[in-house]
C-alpha cells in the first residue's frame, strides 16, 4: 500500500500493559473493519505507538480484504488535501475520495485544531462513512476533550465510538521491546546495558528505539564491544534530553489527578469543591517544585487562574505539610513517583 509503511505491523508490536486495551482493539478492528469498535481513537503521548497501531490495522486490511479502499494520512496531510481542493475547485473529487473508503485512518487529529474549515469538511466525511458503517479510526496525543479548539459537534463524533490510551510502558515492557528489535536483527548487546537504556529511557519507545539503534551503529563501526560505561557515554544526550523533556505539567496533572481518583479536566475545572481543591493545590506545588514554570504559568496551565492563585496554592500545601504529618510524605512520595517513571 502507498501511503503505509509495512513496517508497522501487529506482529512487530510488542504488546504490555499499558498498551493492551489499544492493541487489542486495533486488532478485533483489522479483523472486522466497520463492524466492531466504530469509530475507533487511539490517543497517548509521543512515541507510544500511536502511528504505529493505526498503520498495522491498515496493513491487516490490506493484506486480508482484497480491494478494501484504505486511506491512511495525517491530519496535516488531509488538511493540505482539502485546502489544495478548494483552491484548485476540485472539492468533488476531493469528497470522492474520502467519502467513499471502506477504512479512514487519520493520524495526529490534535493538529486540526484551530483549523475550523477542515473540521467542517471533516465532520462531513465522518458522517458519510458512518452512515455506510465504514471503518473509521483516529489518533491523538491526548484525550479529545483536552483539544481547546476543536468544535464540539466533531469532538462529540470522535467520542462516539471507542476511545482508548497508550500509556508509557513499564519497565518490563520496555525490555520486551528492546529484546523483540534485538531478535529481529539478530544483535545482541549485554544485559547490563539492556537494563541501563531502560531504566534512563522510560516514557517514549522512540528514545528506547534510538538508544538501542545507537549502541548497535557504535558496536559495528566502532567495533568495540558495548560496556556500561560505553553505553553511559554514547546515550548521554538521549538520557539528558529525555529527561528534560519528560517532566511536563500534563504528566504531573495526570499522576495527581489518579492518585485521587479524580480527572486532570476536574483538576482543571473551576470547581472548589475540597475534595478537588485540594489535589488541585497539590498538583500546582508540585509543578513549581520540579519544573522551571512560572508560577503565570503554571495557573494557565490550569483552566487560566491568576499567578496569585499559584503563590496561595504554594503557600498552604507548605502550610499544611508542617501542620499535618501526613502531607508530607504524601507529597513527597508523588514527587518520587512522577520523577521515577520519568527518569
Ligand atoms: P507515536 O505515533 O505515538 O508518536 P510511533 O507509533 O511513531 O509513536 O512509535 C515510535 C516508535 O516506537 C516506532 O518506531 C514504533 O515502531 C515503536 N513502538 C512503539 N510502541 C511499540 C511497541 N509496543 N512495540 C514495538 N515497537 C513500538
Ligand atoms: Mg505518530
Known sequence: HPSLNQRYTFDNFVIGENN??????????????????NPCLVYGGVGLGKT?????????????????????????????DFLNALREKQTAQFKNKYRYADVLLIDDIHFLQGKEETQEELFHTFNALYEAN?????????????LRQLKDRLRNR???????????????TRLAILQKKLEQSNRNIPESVLNLICSNVTTNVRDLEKALTRILAYAELVGKDITEEVARQQLKDIF??????????DFIQRAVADYFNLTTNELKSKK??????????????????????????VGLEFGGRDHTT?????????????SDSTIEPMVKRLIRDIRESNA
Open 20 to 37: 493492551n486495551f489499544a492493541a487489542n482493539a486495533a486488532l478485533a478492528i483489522s479483523k472486522n473493519p466497520g463492524t466492531a469498535y
Open 52 to 80: 504505529h497501531l493505526i498503520q498495522s490495522i491498515g496493513n491487516t486490511v490490506y493484506q486480508d480484504i482484497d480491494n478494501a479502499k484504505i486511506i491512511f494520512v495525517s491530519a496535516e496531510e488531509f488538511t493540505n
Open 158 to 172: 470522535f467520542e462516539r465510538g471507542l476511545n482508548v490510551d497508550l500509556k508509557p510502558p513499564s519497565f518490563e
Open 272 to 297: 472548589r469543591t475540597a475534595a478537588i481543591a485540594f489535589p488541585r493545590q497539590v498538583a500546582m506545588y508540585i509543578a513549581r517544585q520540579i519544573t522551571e514554570l512560572s508560577t503565570t504559568e
Open 240 to 249: 539528558v534530553t529525555h529527561h528534560q523533556a519528560s517532566i511536563n505539567i
Open 310 to 322: 499559584v503563590m496561595y496554592a504554594c503557600q498552604k500545601i507548605e502550610n499544611k505539610m508542617k
Open 134 to 146: 465504514k471503518q473509521m479510526v483516529f489518533t491523538c496525543d491526548r484525550p479529545v476533550s483536552e
